[in-house]
Each structure stands twice: as C-alpha cells, then as structure tokens.
C-alpha cells in the first residue's frame, strides 16, 4: 500500500511542473501574439499620416469635391505621382 501510495505521490509531483511549464508557455505566446496584433493594428491607423520627405504638408480637401478627386488627392498626400506626368514634365525639361 504504502509503495503504491508514494508511486502516486511521485506521478502527482512529476506532472505539477509539467502543468506549471504549459501554462506558462501558453501566457508568454499570448502576450507576444496581442503585442504583435497592437503594433500591426497601430502601423495600419498612423499609415495614412505618414508622408514622404519633401512631400507638402497636408491641405484641407474641398468638401464639394467628388469621391475620385478625394481619393487622388489622398493618393497624392501619400507620396504619389502621376508617372504619366512624370514622364510628360521629364520629356519637356530635356527638349
């Protein structure tokens, strides 16, 4: 009885660290993975307030304008330019 007792005890005591060892493995993957999604989620809010060096800083749009000139005028705060343009203004500084 009492072999069968401390065989128990002994089964009892090998699987508490075991336990203690999962748990926290568990708490450190869900602490990484909310620090991973808050600076992901954080990047993608502040992505349109980042602006290119050099670029003008940002005018108020026209309320009346329409959705398309709204969008190209978000585009174009962002860093973006026309490459038809480009090309155009390009051609004509070298002629």
């Known amino acids: 009885m009492q072999k069968d007792a401390a065989k128990q005890a002994v089964e009892t005591f090998s699987a508490v660290p ?4 999962v ?4 708490v450190f993957v869900v602490i990484v ?3 991973v999604v808050m600076r992901r989620r954080g990047a ?3 992505y349109g307030q980042r602006r290119a060096a050099g670029a003008p800083a940002r005018l108020p749009l026209d309320p009346a304008a329409s ?3 709204r969008h190209v005028a978000a585009m174009q705060m962002t860093g973006y330019e026309n490459p038809t ?3 155009f203004e390009s051609s004509a500084a070298s002629a």
């Open 85 to 87: 343009y480009k090309y």
């Open 33 to 35: 993975a909310g620090i």
């Open 44 to 46: 993608s809010r502040r």
């Open 23 to 26: 748990g926290c493995i568990t």
């Open 18 to 21: 075991l336990g203690i060892a």
């Open 67 to 69: 959705p398309e000139e």
